[in-house]
């Protein structure tokens, strides 16, 4: 974090990620927005005071277990899922509190359940396919999905080979069948993409380099083999690097789906959870009416 604040703070092509309406005002700028995202709960420790400091850091996202158990929730892979603890549960209304965006990828069905009935704000599903569609220990239960649309939020579809199909690089079709599946069994406002490029793979970092990242997830037990595959990792024929991922518009429009179907899956989706959550920092409230902090 230390290094990102650094790079935003002296690079003008840069700003940091607050409110949706941040990453508008990036967009209309030609700027990088960046905000945090935790892939797991291990920066709070066990101090959930540590909610709000991380909020005010940047940090909009807190994903509530990385594969494995934790104090706070169970992973996907683990053995079994026993669900929230007493604590994951505090958690969870920690982050409504301090306007941080609960996130179940990753993280137990079980866990998952109970997070969306504990929340009062939209849980999301940041990057998770279907395990309806594909079956891999990673890939995420009809039931889970259902309840992140019932609860307002959104699940992210995964571009990660092993998650999309069992060859060794999906096809573009592969890819939106995918998506088809998701947006069947969710519906149009609760689709959105978590791609999750990742730097192990093929053309990003060489083959010998990824296997030895390969053996050290697996070593330390946050990757399950079974979900997790050796590389090297091909994502899908035509999205293969971040470059040409523009092409996975083209392959949506080609399948029937709309312009507006489309701005929702790129962004819309994620924009709707980021504005009823995160709200607007940039105002403060007297007397239960919003005003600008520039107002007098």
Same mark, same amino acid.
């Given at each position: 974090m230390a290094w990102f604040a650094e790079q935003i703070q002296t690079r003008p092509d840069l700003v940091l990620i607050r409110s949706a309406e941040d990453i508008r005002k990036a967009k209309r700028d030609g700027k990088l927005g960046i905000y945090y995202h935790f892939q797991g709960p291990s920066p709070l420790g066990q101090d959930l005071d540590r909610v709000w400091y991380y909020k005010q850091s940047?940090?909009?996202?807190?994903?509530?277990?990385?594969?494995?158990?934790?104090?706070?929730?169970?992973?996907?892979?683990?053995?079994?899922?026993?669900?929230?603890?007493?604590?994951?549960?505090?958690?969870?209304?920690?982050?409504?509190?301090?306007?941080?965006?609960?996130?179940?990828?990753?993280?137990?069905?079980r866990s998952a359940l109970d997070a969306i009935e504990a929340s009062s704000e939209p849980v999301i599903l940041s990057h998770g396919n279907a395990l309806g569609k594909i079956n891999n220990g990673r890939n995420v239960p009809d039931e889970v999905l259902r309840a992140v649309a019932?609860? *307002? #939020?959104?699940?992210?579809? +995964?571009?990660?080979?092993?998650?999309?199909?069992?060859?060794?690089?999906?096809?573009? =079709?592969?890819?939106?069948?995918?998506?088809?599946?998701?947006?069947?069994?969710?519906?149009?406002?609760?689709v959105a993409f978590g791609i999750d490029y990742d730097n192990t793979q093929h053309g990003v970092m060489s083959d010998e380099d990824a296997t030895a990242m390969y053996d050290a997830y697996v070593a330390s037990g946050a990757w399950d083999p079974a979900a997790y595959p050796e590389p090297p990792y091909y994502y899908p024929e035509g999205i293969e690097l971040p470059k040409t991922l523009y092409n996975l518009t083209g392959a949506l429009l080609a399948r029937g789906y709309t312009e507006?179907?489309?701005?929702?899956?790129? *962004? #819309?989706?994620?924009?709707? +959870?980021?504005?009823?959550?995160?709200?607007?920092?940039?105002?403060?409230?007297?007397? =239960?009416?919003?005003?600008?902090?520039?107002?007098?």
């Open positions: 940047g940090v909009g996202v807190i994903q509530l277990a990385y594969n494995t158990r934790n104090p706070y929730a169970n992973g996907i892979t683990e053995r079994v899922d026993g669900g929230l603890s007493l604590l994951g549960q505090r958690l969870v209304k920690a982050c409504n509190e301090a306007r941080v965006i609960v996130d179940v990828a990753h993280t137990g069905a019932q609860n *307002g #939020g959104f699940a992210g579809a +995964v571009g990660y080979p092993p998650f999309v199909s069992e060859k060794k690089q999906p096809t573009m =079709d592969d890819m939106v069948g995918m998506v088809d599946y998701m947006v069947e069994l969710m519906g149009i406002d609760h507006t179907d489309v701005a929702k899956l790129w *962004g #819309g989706n994620w924009l709707r +959870v980021m504005d009823q959550v995160w709200g607007d920092p940039h105002a403060h409230v007297i007397d =239960d009416e919003p005003i600008g902090i520039h107002q007098h």
